[in-house]
Nanobody, 119 residues
Framework: VQLQASGGGLVQTGGSLTLSCASSDMFSTFRVVGWYRQKAGKERELVAEIIRNGGTNYADFVEGRFTISRDDAKNTLQLQMSDVQPADTAVYYC??????????????WGQGTQVTVSS
C-alpha cells in the first residue's frame, strides 16, 4: 500500500488546516485508517482513526478540535484541524491497518507532512 499525505504547513495559533491522504488501495477495504503524529524527540502517537464499520476514535488531546473523515468516492482520508495550538506542531502521518498477527499489526505509513503552529 502506498500512502501520500499532503496539506501540512505553517499556521498561526487558533487557525485551521486540513490534511489529506491518498492511497493506492481503497481506504474502505482496510480494517482501520487513521492519522498519527510525531513531535520532535517523541514517540509517534495516535491522533484519530476510523474503524471499518465507521466508528471513530480520537486522542484525548484533540478535545473536539479535529475531525477525521473518509471520502470513499475520492478515496481520500482527511483530518480537519481547527483551533490549532503550538502543541500540535508535529509531523503527521496517515496510516492504514490491514490485518493483525500474533506479533502485531500489519500496517502501512505515509511519508508524513509537517504541521508547524506559530505562537
Amino acid at each position: 500500500v502506498q500512502l501520500q499525505a499532503s496539506g501540512g504547513g505553517l499556521v498561526q495559533t487558533g487557525g485551521s488546516l486540513t490534511l489529506s491522504c491518498a492511497s493506492s488501495d481503497m481506504f474502505s477495504t482496510f480494517r482501520v485508517v487513521g492519522w498519527y503524529r510525531q513531535k520532535a524527540g517523541k514517540e509517534r502517537e495516535l491522533v484519530a482513526e476510523i474503524i471499518r464499520n465507521g466508528g471513530t476514535n480520537y486522542a484525548d488531546f484533540v478535545e473536539g478540535r479535529f475531525t477525521i473523515s473518509r471520502d470513499d468516492a475520492k478515496n481520500t482520508l482527511q483530518l480537519q484541524m481547527s483551533d490549532v495550538q503550538p502543541a500540535d506542531t508535529a509531523v503527521y502521518y496517515c496510516n492504514v491497518e490491514y490485518g493483525r498477527t500474533n506479533v502485531g499489526k500489519l500496517q502501512s505509513w505515509g511519508q508524513g507532512t509537517q504541521v508547524t503552529v506559530s505562537s
